[in-house]
């Protein structure tokens, strides 16, 4: 029996975001286990078989040099864009040459490393674009006030990043951005390719004195859906799609105002006992106050692939109701960001299992090491992976199948024209 390529192998991922703030592609990060020589080729063909025309593009970042060489070499046309360390390409003349191979080929590669040690011409001209890193002080930017757009300190701190002698490159892209307004700059100045990974500190930062409200869009992706009779399971996965808006829903239909007699602990049995006429009227109360700032999209949409994530590691042949409550465990780790009040007084505002708030706020319970594994899998933290896979006794082809299979349906999007 032939052994997967996948059980030699750590991955990680992150996402790449376009102008519009949505999911450009996934960044994944390969990683060969300790001791051993993975079948690159067998990967590829493994990609090709998971990966479909809806899937987001990939890029795949190597982290050694042999997957890069192994890369290179065996990876036919048609492959996924594939980094290209500079450093490496600096050092080693075998690259180079691999390099210049792959090209003729067909193959799709990006050149990554710091903006201030570009590649020459001749070295250049193998690459079809740039994931570029700028010096620590450049990606620091500036210090970020409230997102008000029309307020004087916005506009000031816009022109004082401009001006600073970043020399940014159009069209490439930019990777370890810290300050939401130098990302503003890339993407909407300098027509970015993508920004790899977003600043979700300064995001929150300049976020924190506005009223959290949900998504203007998935608000109305939900009213539309039930419009359109969809079935209960369609409601409940649009609902969970926005954390702010699932918050709000499980804290109505435990309301007073609704008068239900006993608690909501979960989405599904909140849309069961609420009522779609209901539901339609509250959404209806929701959409005049929704929030249109795309900034937090990339947040939201993070948050809500560790979730997914989640749902599929915990342990396989449990009930789907258990699934349910995991996806709302990790969905809900994260609300202080986007409400900016402490987690525990938060969730203690809803009826929720002990579980989740035993995994969420004391890192403990059978849901913790879920948690953990879906953040360090948003990471290049191979070590981290492989220390949380032994204990959660997840087999490496397993958890990687998994991510595979979460990132390639992940959905492509512009944001919807709103009425």
């Given amino acids: 029996m032939v052994q997967s390529v996948l059980n030699s192998l750590t991955l990680g991922y992150r996402p790449l975001w376009s102008r519009a703030r949505r999911l450009a592609g996934v960044q994944l990060f390969v990683h060969e286990e300790p001791g051993r020589n993975a079948d690159m080729p067998h990967l590829l063909r493994t990609l090709a078989e998971m990966w479909n025309n809806q899937a987001p593009p990939l890029l795949l970042s190597p982290q050694s040099r042999q997957v890069l060489c192994n890369l290179l070499e065996h990876a036919p046309q048609g492959s996924p864009w594939i980094e290209v360390n500079g450093s490496w390409l600096r050092q080693d003349e075998g690259i180079f040459e691999l390099v210049e ?10 050149w990554s490393g710091a903006l201030n040690q570009l590649p020459d011409a001749d070295a250049a001209q193998g690459f079809v674009s740039s994931l570029l890193r700028l010096p620590p002080e450049g990606a620091q930017g500036v210090r970020n006030e409230p997102d008000f757009s029309d307020m004087p300190s916005f506009k000031a701190a816009a022109v004082s990043l401009a ?36 600043p979700v500190v300064d995001t929150v930062r300049a976020f924190r004195l506005q009223q959290p409200q949900p998504a203007r869009d998935s608000v109305r992706r939900l009213m539309q859906a039930i419009d359109g009779e969809q079935s209960i399971d369609q409601l409940e996965h649009l609902l969970g799609e926005d954390p702010v808006l699932a918050y709000r829903f499980m ?14 602990d979960s989405l599904r049995r909140g849309l069961v006992m609420m009522g779609l006429g209901t539901l339609q009227r509250w959404l209806s109360d929701q959409l005049p106050h929704a929030c249109t700032h795309a900034d937090l999209v990339p947040l939201r949409t993070q948050m809500v692939v560790r979730a997914r994530l989640a749902e599929e590691l915990i342990e396989a042949g449990v ?13 809900f780790s994260q609300l202080d960001l986007l409400l900016h009040e402490p987690l525990a007084t938060l969730l203690r505002r809803m009826p929720l299992s002990e579980r989740i708030f035993d ?18 899998l948003a990471s290049t933290d191979a070590a981290t992976i492989r220390r949380l896979r032994e204990q959660g006794q997840w087999e490496a082809e397993e958890l990687n199948r998994m991510l595979l299979r979460v990132l390639s349906d992940l959905k492509l999007g512009m944001p919807e024209k709103l009425a």
């Fill in 163 to 198: 001006a600073q002698p970043l020399n940014l490159l159009d069209g490439q892209m930019y990777e370890g951005l810290q300050n939401l307004e130098l990302a503003r700059l890339c993407l909407d100045s300098h027509d970015a390719g993508a920004v790899a990974g977003w």
């Fill in 101 to 110: 191979q792959a090209k003729a080929r067909g193959l799709t590669l990006v």
């Fill in 319 to 331: 009930s789907l109701e258990l699934q349910r409550e995991m996806y709302l465990c990790c969905l």
């Fill in 251 to 264: 804290l109505y239909t435990n309301s007073a105002a609704l008068g239900l007699r006993r608690g909501v």
């Fill in 359 to 376: 995994a969420v706020i004391n890192n403990t319970g059978p849901y913790a090491e879920v948690l953990q594994m879906s953040a360090a």
